[in-house]
Nanobody, 123 residues
Framework: QVQLVESGGGLVQAGDSLTLSCVFS????????MGWFRQTPGSERDFVAA????????VYADSVKDRFIISRDHHKNTLYLQMGNLKADDTAVYYC????????????????WGQGTQVTVSS
């Protein structure tokens, strides 16, 4: 059974940077493509970024391209999201998600989810 625990959220100012972490527990981190999603109250969970099982390919939402970087560390079983030049529109609860084997960008295609971490960007 996969468990995901996010951390690193907080309150920052526009233009700041923040790095989120997601620790994976279970078998076997390297079997899973991983993704980050975000959600605001009353809205659907939106795709942010995804990475293949080996880190060889990454995909980003247009709204975060060139500002966010997704990466993974197999020694630490951890997924990261480096967020730069944050904007007020980036305010949301951020979730990490795991999908067996193949990369995806739709929330419905991911099997396991963390509890989320709040990111608030003040303008």
């Amino acid at each position: 059974q996969v468990q995901l625990v996010e951390s690193g959220g907080g309150l920052v100012q526009a233009g700041d940077s923040l790095t989120l972490s997601c620790v994976f527990s279970g078998r076997y981190f390297s079997n899973y493509a991983m993704g980050w999603f975000r959600q605001t109250p009353g809205s659907e969970r939106d795709f942010v970024a995804a990475i293949t099982w080996n880190g060889g390919r990454t995909v980003y939402a247009d709204s975060v391209k060139d500002r966010f970087i997704i990466s993974r560390d197999h020694h630490k079983n951890t997924l990261y999201l480096q967020m730069g030049n944050l904007k007020a529109d980036d305010t949301a609860v951020y979730y990490c998600a795991a999908r067996l084997y193949t990369i995806a960008t739709a929330a419905r295609d991911f099997d396991s989810w963390g509890q989320g971490t709040q990111v608030t960007v003040s303008s």
